[in-house]
């Protein structure tokens, strides 16, 4: 049975950094892709970052050059380091695993995920 727990979220002010993290379990964490997510009140669910199997990396264009998504494979985790916060990145955040694409697909759509976590929220305070 697999399981993604989200951990790290909270209550920061503008400027401010987070360290979001996942834990994975239940299938090979290294075969899989991991992304995050976030869905803010009354809104879709957007993408934010996501990294392939072997590394590679994506962000939306939102949040590039002040968010960082990584993995550790000894620790099944992914993490999400979030800089430079600005209230409107207020919103639970999601991370999501796919075990179905290639060694350097970077899924970005939520529809490409097999697998996701319950949430954190972040709520950056102007």
């Known amino acids: 049975q697999v399981q993604l727990v989200e951990s790290g979220g909270g209550l920061v002010q503008a400027g401010g950094s987070l360290r979001l993290s996942c834990l994975a379990s239940?299938?090979?964490?290294?075969?899989?892709?991991m992304g995050w997510f976030r869905q803010a009140p009354g809104k879709e669910r957007d993408f934010v970052a996501a990294?392939?199997?072997?590394?590679?990396?994506y962000y939306a264009n939102s949040v590039k050059g002040r968010f960082t998504i990584s993995r550790d494979n000894a620790k099944n985790t992914v993490y999400l380091q979030m800089n430079s916060l600005k209230p409107e990145d207020t919103a639970v955040y999601y991370c999501?695993?796919?075990?179905?694409?290639?060694?350097?697909?970077?899924?970005?759509?939520?529809?490409?995920?097999?697998?996701w976590g319950q949430g954190t929220q972040v709520t950056v305070s102007s």
């Open positions: 999501a695993a796919d075990w179905t694409n290639g060694w350097n697909t970077v899924p970005r759509g939520a529809y490409e995920y097999d697998y």
């Open positions: 239940g299938r090979t964490f290294s075969s899989c892709a």
């Open positions: 990294i392939s199997r072997s590394g590679l990396t």
